[in-house]
């Protein structure tokens, strides 16, 4: 994640947690709570939150039990990811990456930056429930949505559709979402390749 112009200026090392100050930003890796870590093969998830006020961007990390740790906010890792659906890994641990690394204006790469209104704040939310925006973050202007549908045809090749949002300041009084719907498909023999539509721009949250 470090570019090649950035140098580790001091490292700090908690039980669950590790903080790095390099000379452009400081990023704090803790285990993610991501249903993706309960699969077999995972031996970590991790969530990277790059701090350099007022820009906050998340990274995802995927140790595997063998093999090279996956960088998920890489398209080609994500497509790649994708053949494990249905084999190793759950459609919805799937459609959770895409909501929190993937809910940002520009998804195409070579690396998403996933921009986060504050360190803590996630960057994006999948929208599991029709109520969501009623019971999770309450926006009382957002769009109807649905929760994930995964269907596999008779040849192992699946769709996976479902929403997404972000959450990001607009001023110090409002805070707005931007609303994605999402199509993904794939299947155990080819990369997965997805479409994203918004469906719902800037709508605003008045800050309590």
Do not use: C
Request: charged residues 20%; proline residues 7%.
């Amino acid at each position: 994640m470090l570019s090649p112009a950035e140098t580790v200026e001091k490292i700090w090392q908690g039980p669950t947690s590790v903080t790095v100050r390099s000379s452009r930003y400081r990023y704090a890796a803790r285990p993610a709570d991501w249903a993706v870590a309960d699969e077999g093969w995972v031996s970590e998830a991790v969530r990277v939150v790059a701090s350099g006020q007022p820009i906050y961007v998340t990274h995802g990390l995927l140790l595997p039990v063998d093999g090279e740790s996956l960088h998920l906010n890489r398209p080609e890792v994500m497509a790649e990811l994708g053949r494990r659906v249905g084999a190793g890994l759950s459609p919805l641990a799937y459609a959770e990456l895409f909501g929190e690394l993937y809910s940002v204006q520009d998804i195409d790469g070579p690396v998403v930056y996933s921009f986060g209104a504050t360190e803590s704040a996630r960057a994006g939310w999948l929208v599991r429930e029709a109520d969501h925006f009623a019971r999770v973050m309450v926006v009382p202007d957002a769009p109807a949505v649905a929760p994930p549908v995964f269907e596999q045809g008779p040849g192992s090749e699946w769709t996976l559709t479902f929403f997404s949002h972000n959450y990001y300041f607009v001023s110090e009084m409002m805070t707005a979402v931007d609303v994605y719907a999402w199509t993904v498909t794939g299947g155990p023999n080819r990369a997965a390749t997805w479409e994203r539509k918004t469906i719902a721009d800037r709508v605003l949250i008045p800050l309590s």
